[in-house]
């Protein structure tokens, strides 16, 4: 009885917030560890080859980091003009990891999880700690839960992490536009000129370098700008300039990618749909996508995150007064990123492009839950001090503090035999974790090794490469094919050196 009450009494005392939030951070490097170590496994395919093949021979040739710059300069003035606008998508894309050794390939998903990580921490710590003046425990659980689940359900791992072509087309521009936008928001809609002033050179950087990404987060990116130019101009008119000026740039960035000659040579391969279809199919690309991500995990998920939302608003003094615009316009801004591959392509979008339109789904749902908390929790304030009440989060805070490890291990339970039901082979961490111990992974580059082997021999100039008998899902995203005129093969084999390659099947 006596160890019961010490027992009791040393558990009534533990910050229950503090071991939530740590518990919270194991979760999220229990997500990240096993992507980290199947990336020692990852190595270059298809694009990689066909965008650093000129830099990788400037390199093998010369050594000179200058030569491969310059080489990389001629790359996009190429492209630009052949195939497609966005300047600063290919200047990343021929420099791959690759391009400096078959080795250094490793490296794209250590970058890919980094910057994805820490582009969506600066978003919570400046959304629920800044603005919504929320405490550091409940700032760090609701991010690394969030992140933590972006990362094991994403659609296509291998395409947001470990290929570097689509990654850094896609899950790179996402975590920089972020970074931006943040910086924008605490810089020119809540700091002091000289701040604004301060930040400027970056931030053009980065406006020139987004307008020349990919144009979804491009296109989203001046979406958002263009709201938060309302703010400044109504509430830190100051800033109103410099804001302009970045917001020029990005739009600049935007239309010279835009006007590309190689655009119109890539569009006679499709066909387009009207603006006004595309909007509208658009919208319902969103609807059909947040239906079918939103499945029992998810909301297990959102269920898990609310009482901690609730508690990261108590201190906030926005007013949330108009939920259901909110949510219709925040569901408008989530949308939008398909318009551009459905104009001018036909299609809701590439499997990477569904990546990162997947992170910020779980954004959207997180935001306007918040929001909509926010809402009820004024509602609740308005009517009981009415009655000389108390308030509605002291109200529900005594109904938290005795139900909420009770309510957490259910949702935790039940979120794990979610898992278990929904089947791990195809959540990313699971998938990466099973390769590493059944040794697939292993296998699958001791194969990628002994297929260098063939490519190296300068004394063949036209030979079959043997097909992969193992394919990690995670590690494995496209290869050659049988016929040798295959884009994939002709590109691969200029960069060997080769005349021309040949998948054998097994």
Request: charged fraction near 15%.
């Amino acid at each position: 009885m006596h160890i019961q009450k010490i027992v009791g009494s040393k558990l009534e005392r533990l910050n229950w917030n503090v071991v939530m939030a740590v518990m919270a951070v194991l979760f999220l490097a229990l997500v990240i560890c096993p992507l980290l170590l199947i990336g020692r496994y990852d190595f270059a395919s298809c694009d990689d080859f066909s965008y650093g093949g000129e830099t990788y021979k400037a390199f093998l040739e010369t050594k000179s980091f200058f030569f491969v710059l310059k080489s990389a300069l001629e790359k996009v003035k190429e492209v630009y003009g052949s195939w497609q606008g966005t300047y600063s998508a290919i200047f990343l894309m021929t420099l791959n990891p690759a391009v400096w050794g078959d080795e250094v390939y490793h490296i794209t998903p250590y970058i890919m999880i980094f910057i994805l990580v820490f582009s969506e921490v600066v978003l919570g710590k400046f959304i629920l700690h800044k603005i919504c003046k929320a405490d550091w425990p409940a700032t760090i659980t609701i991010t690394a839960i969030i992140i933590g689940c972006q990362i094991l359900w994403v659609p296509y791992p291998v395409e947001t992490f470990f290929w570097f072509n689509g990654a850094s087309y896609y899950t790179l521009f996402y975590s920089v536009m972020i970074l931006y936008l943040v910086s924008i928001a605490d810089n020119f809609m809540l700091g002091s000129l000289k701040s604004a002033l301060f930040s400027m050179p970056l931030l053009l950087a980065g406006s020139v370098f987004l307008g020349g990404g990919n144009y979804p987060t491009a296109l989203l990116t001046l979406e958002i700008l263009a709201c938060m130019g309302v703010w400044v101009f109504l509430k830190n008119r100051k800033n109103f300039i410099p804001f302009l000026v970045n917001a020029v740039f990005l739009l600049a960035g935007f239309v010279i990618s835009m006007i590309a000659p190689g655009n119109a040579v890539r569009q006679q391969a499709n066909v387009k749909t009207p603006v006004i279809e595309s909007i509208y199919k658009s919208f319902k690309a969103g609807g059909q996508y947040i239906v079918s991500w939103t499945t029992f995990s998810s909301i297990l998920l959102f269920l898990l995150l609310m009482p901690f939302l609730w508690k990261a608003i108590r201190r906030c003094t926005y007013k949330f007064k108009y939920p259901l615009l909110f949510s219709f316009f925040s569901m408008g801004l989530f949308c939008s990123q398909f318009t551009p591959t459905i104009y001018a392509q036909s299609f809701a979008g590439p499997r990477r492009l569904l990546n990162i339109i997947y992170y910020s789904y779980y954004l959207l749902m997180a935001v306007n839950i918040t929001y909509w908390l926010g809402w009820a929790k004024r509602k609740l304030d308005t009517q009981l001090q009415g009655k000389n009440e108390i308030t509605a989060y002291a109200l529900f805070s005594g109904i938290f503090k005795k139900y909420l490890i009770p309510y957490m291990t259910v949702i935790a339970l039940l979120y794990f035999f979610s898992l278990k039901n929904y089947g791990t082979d195809k959540l990313s961490s699971f998938s990466a974790f099973f390769s590493l111990r059944d040794g697939a992974a292993e296998k699958y580059y001791q194969e990628h090794l002994d297929r260098q082997k063939i490519l190296m021999d300068d004394s063949e100039l036209c030979l079959g490469i043997p097909e992969f008998t193992v394919k990690p899902w995670v590690l494995y995203f496209d290869d050659i094919e049988a016929d040798a005129s295959n884009w994939k093969n002709t590109a691969t084999a200029k960069y060997y050196g080769k005349e021309s390659i040949w998948l054998i099947s097994q």
